[in-house]
């Protein structure tokens, strides 16, 4: 697939990825304002006019609204019509671990979570209303199990309040991967960041769980993770997802990691995406740990902080070495 031009070629050449590589995952990384977007949009968009022997549809999560303006012929969701529920009872304590991860739950308030769970009956998909209700009632065994029961019920009842209770009630979000057309989730429709976050991450477990059970073995799916380091940052990073990031490729899923800040994320990110496409960087700590995981040649290394928006440095499986390209 071509996603651009060789620069300083004579005569013109195309800088080229394969497409088999995307399920290896890709990396997008430069400064803010450098064309990271644009270029995600730019791979998107030939993925869909070309035709290729791998089929691959995409899906953006798109962080801050901007996919719809460049892409050719997407289809654009909004959140809340897509709600999702964030814990399951049969799924038991893998919910809960997960959803102790994405709240940032402490042992104690997992174990209270955990408690509450047990003490519900009815139906699989829990709604996080009912979840309050329950441990508003629950009696208390010690009074470290009053602190935590509070303030799991305060993190929780973030999730409840206003149009964001429909957001995390109400089954799976049914994926139709028969079309190639992009699927863009516009999540600036999600005011509040942090909850942003934890939609996005529940978003992308319950793929996970699908491509676990085989959903995407004929019909690929290439995920747009825009802004990564809110969900694979190295201080906040989701388990589970970092898990699924080695694990997926091998269930149909490829993933286009987009970040400002190699250094920010989990070393995992680095060492398990494929394709490198890095546009301008200045951050001296950014640079250092590019130069750890990737073979810099010099040159590339001294032109990386003075590269132009659109310009980027290639890293492929296409090319013995690291390739300044032009996207476009
Ligand atoms: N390859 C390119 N060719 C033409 N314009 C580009 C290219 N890459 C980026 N731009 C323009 O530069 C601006 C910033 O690009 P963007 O992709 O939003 O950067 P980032 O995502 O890294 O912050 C946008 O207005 C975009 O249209
Ligand atoms: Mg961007």
């Not at 009630?169 to 989730?185: A, K, Y």
């Amino acid at each position: 697939m071509v996603v651009g031009e060789v620069a300083n070629s004579t005569p013109p050449a195309d800088a080229c990825i394969p497409v088999e590589d995307l399920n290896k995952h890709t990396l997008v990384t430069g400064a803010t304002g450098t064309g990271k977007t644009f270029t995600v949009a730019t791979i998107v968009n030939r993925l869909t006019e070309g035709d290729y022997s791998v089929f691959f549809k995409p899906l953006i999560l798109d962080w801050h609204g901007e996919y719809s303006s460049l892409l050719r012929d997407p289809e654009v969701k909004d959140p809340f019509q897509l709600p999702i529920t964030l814990l399951s009872r049969e799924e038991g304590y893998y919910s809960v671990e997960f959803a102790s991860q994405v709240l940032g739950l402490t042992p104690a308030q997992e174990y209270v979570l955990l408690k509450s769970l047990e003490s519900l009956g009815g139906e699989e998909d829990l709604d996080i209303s009912d979840l309050v209700e329950a441990l508003e009632g629950m009696p208390d065994e010690s009074a470290w199990f009053r602190e935590s029961r509070l303030s799991l019920m305060r993190k929780l009842r973030r999730l409840t309040i206003g149009g964001y209770k429909d957001l995390f009630s109400g089954g799976d979000p049914d994926l139709e991967v028969g079309s190639n057309r992009p699927l863009v989730i516009d999540l600036s429709k999600i005011g509040d960041l942090a909850i942003r976050r934890v939609y996005v991450a529940a978003f992308l477990k319950k793929i996970f769980d699908k491509a676990l059970r085989g959903g995407f073995n004929s019909r690929r799916l290439l995920i747009v993770v825009e802004e990564a380091r809110n969900l694979l940052g190295r201080d906040n990073y989701v388990e589970i997802l970092v898990k699924m990031l080695d694990e997926i490729r091998k269930f149909g899923v490829g993933l286009v990691i987009v970040s400002q800040s190699p250094s920010a994320l989990v070393e995992d990110v680095m060492a398990n995406t494929s394709t490198k496409i890095v546009h301008s960087i200045k951050s001296a700590v950014d640079l250092e740990v590019l130069d750890k995981v990737v073979n810099m040649t010099g040159e590339i290394r001294e032109i990386l902080p003075y590269m132009d928006k659109g310009e980027a440095v290639l890293f492929s499986s296409f090319y013995k070495k690291p390739l300044l390209v032009r996207i476009v």
